[in-house]
């Protein structure tokens, strides 16, 4: 079983619209949560850490249940600059463990 | 601040051949790590530096792959012989301290091509 499991996608939705990731982990040990964004063919940036009472980064909204050991992202008003791939990230032992990724293209 | 550097960009080399990867880290960074992209997985741990010490090698796929981080600044990583599923990105990063949720910073990558 994966460590991290995402929806591969592709999500091609129009500008403006909102937008919204899902990830599970596997293991409940996890200690730190995040999602990365990848541009096509650069290296994985970090978007932002996730904390159980969520968190909000101007467009950019993030939950974690430990519960159901599942992460989300939220994106309202997409613009075209958000294309990427978000990736949902986890970790235990100090080291990070990715999901394949979550492919989005914002249309005009 | 410079990020992360990692040298070559691209690499091709046939299957049998060695092939060696350098990272730089962020100056002042202790904590380098290694990561693989194989094409259509996700991105993997290889292994983990504090300082020149191996942390965590548990991710390194076989023997033939061989990490160093002489004198705890750069590291290398290399592959010998290379064989045809070693082909991916690769890719370095670091960290000042090691702490749960602290940050890691990626470099470009380095992709791998074994024909």
């Known amino acids: 079983r994966k460590e991290v499991e995402q929806d591969p996608g592709p999500f091609n939705v129009p500008e403006g619209a909102t937008v919204a990731f899902n990830c599970t982990y596997s293991n409940s040990a996890s200690q730190s949560f995040f999602w990365y964004r990848q541009d096509c063919r650069k290296e994985p940036k970090l978007l932002m850490s996730?904390?159980?009472s969520g968190n909000e980064d101007g467009r950019f909204t993030a939950q974690l249940n430990r519960a159901s050991q599942y992460i989300s992202l939220l994106i309202r008003d997409s613009k075209l600059s958000d294309s990427a791939t978000y990736l949902c990230v986890v970790t235990h032992a100090n080291n990070l463990f990715f999901g394949t990724g979550t492919r989005l293209t914002v249309i005009p | 601040e410079a990020g992360v550097t990692q040298f070559p960009s691209h690499s091709v080399i046939e299957k049998g051949q060695t092939v060696t990867l350098r990272c730089d880290p962020i100056s002042g960074h202790d904590n380098l790590y290694w990561y693989r992209r194989v094409m259509g997985k996700e991105i993997k741990f290889l292994l983990h530096f504090v300082k020149e010490s191996k942390q965590d090698e548990s991710g390194m796929p076989n023997n033939r792959f061989l990490a160093e981080r002489t004198g705890g600044t750069y590291s290398t990583l290399k592959v010998q012989p290379a064989e045809l599923e070693d082909s991916g990105v690769y890719f370095c990063?670091?960290?000042?301290?090691?702490?749960?949720?602290?940050?890691?910073?990626f470099g470009p990558g380095t992709r791998l091509t074994v024909l």
């Open positions: 996730v904390y159980s």
């Open positions: 990063a670091s960290s000042r301290y090691l702490a749960y949720g602290n940050e890691q910073f």
